[in-house]
């Protein structure tokens, strides 16, 4: 067993080296290329970890098939998947990615007062690595990829205030059900584009509940977003609203009693941040995707931006694994109910997914509902945009490593595989 997984440690180093040199010194290089140059096992070389080229031999224990590693470790430390995945900028506390951020009242205009998030944005260009030893010259909002999750409460103001650093011109274009049109972030509206040194200030309304998106709406709008500029508006909802009406928080056209009142309640106070929304483990997962040398195909898929960053660091390929500092699965309680935020951003693929091993999971489409859309399924699709809210519960698991990836078998070989460790 010690040889096995020395061997597999130093093949997968060997692999890593040579797709990174690829995708960083050959412009013609491609994700094909690449699966059919290394093979299945060195067509993860990103991330996967396997013993010698696919070959048509099955017979042979010289070419063994399939371990899933990691490469490496990451170099750079000015992000940090992990902790990105439990970060949420609501104006209350300033955290390191908004350092700028405040809650505050102000008269509404009409009579009464209005709550107002208020976050400092600015673009930049700045180099992201994306996989061990591998650059990509993000353009990004507040020097990471994916920009900063935003949460509110519903019908809160959030007010963005963006400073354009960056030589191309940007907007931030949100997907919020925006009453005016000079605050929708595209060219044609309001400030139009916003030029390197000049700055604006968006305001939007919070609402409706749910999942939401933002992100650059400059032309060519495909690489504006493929860039980097995007992240995570979360909207939670309302418990006194929701009381007051329920019908606009669920897909039903029945009666609504005291009793399905008072749960949809419950449900809206668990899904706030203001409330209860801390009995969940809740986590923000944004899937992208990496065109390295810009030929329209990308070669690197993640979540959250580093390729099987929520992988393990080392295996056999005999149920022996190691972590490591940079490299390593996601540690869930399976005391705690898990949220997940999802949310496809993938440019040059038509769809992605997330699928999940030995478990099943309530879905909520664009987070809009306070039941679920789709009841006990493993595994769901969304477009670009599209995106919504899993709740998943490990309670009856043995502890150990669960997978989960996205079911486009080529993206997971590419760098969307991820595990949570159970404990």
């Not at 096995?4 to 180093?13: F, G, I």
């Not at 907007?171 to 000049?198: C, E, R, S, W, Y």
């Not at 969940?280 to 065109?291: P, T, Y």
């Amino acid at each position: 067993m010690p040889g096995d997984r020395s061997q597999a440690a130093d093949l997968t180093r060997t692999l890593g080296r040579r797709l990174a040199d690829a995708v960083e010194a050959d412009a013609a290089v491609s994700r094909r290329a690449v699966l059919g140059g290394l093979g299945l096992a060195g067509a993860g070389a990103l991330g996967l970890a396997g013993q010698g080229r696919a070959s048509n031999d099955h017979g042979s224990g010289a070419d063994e098939h399939g371990n899933f590693g990691a490469v490496g470790a990451y170099e750079s430390t000015d992000f940090d998947p992990h902790a990105f995945l439990r970060e949420f900028n609501t104006g209350f506390e300033t955290t390191e990615s908004v350092p700028n951020q405040r809650v505050y009242e102000r008269d509404d205009g009409d009579g009464g007062t209005e709550r107002v998030r208020e976050f400092d944005f600015v673009a930049s260009l700045r180099p992201i690595e994306i996989a061990p030893g591998v650059s990509f010259p993000a353009w990004t909002y507040n020097g990471q990829v994916p920009g900063p999750t935003l949460r509110a409460t519903e019908g809160d103001v959030i007010r963005v205030n963006f400073a354009n650093g960056q030589r191309h011109a940007h907007t931030i274009h949100p997907h919020l059900k925006n009453l005016n049109p000079a605050m929708d972030g595209i060219p044609q509206n309001g400030p139009g584009l916003v030029d390197q040194g000049d700055a604006f200030t968006y305001e939007w309304k919070a609402q409706p509940a749910g999942l939401h998106f933002y992100h650059c709406h400059s032309l060519p709008l495909k690489e504006h977003i493929h860039r980097g500029l995007y992240g995570a508006m979360i909207v939670d909802p309302d418990p006194d609203r929701v009381g007051r009406k329920p019908r606009e928080y669920v897909n039903y056209q029945g009666p609504i009693d005291a009793a399905y009142r008072a749960d949809l309640v419950e449900r809206a106070e668990l899904r706030n941040h203001e409330y209860r929304a801390d009995e969940l483990d809740e986590q923000v997962m944004v899937m992208n995707g990496f065109d390295t040398n810009f030929d329209g195909d990308n070669e690197v898929y993640a979540v959250n931006t580093r390729a099987f960053a929520y992988g393990v660091a080392e295996t056999d390929g005999y149920g022996s694994w190691s972590a490591g500092e940079t490299i390593r699965p996601i540690r869930i309680d399976r005391a705690e109910r898990q949220r997940l935020y999802l949310l496809n951003v993938i440019e040059f693929d038509p769809i992605n997914s997330l699928h999940t091993h030995s478990q099943f999971f309530d879905y909520y489409d664009h987070g809009t509902t306070l039941y679920p859309t789709h009841k006990t399924v493993d595994t769901v699709m969304q477009c670009q945009a599209q995106r919504g809210i899993l709740e998943l519960d490990y309670g009856d698991h043995d502890p150990g490593l669960y997978m989960f990836h996205a079911h486009q078998s080529e993206f997971a070989e590419l760098g969307w595989m991820s595990f949570f460790e159970v404990t």
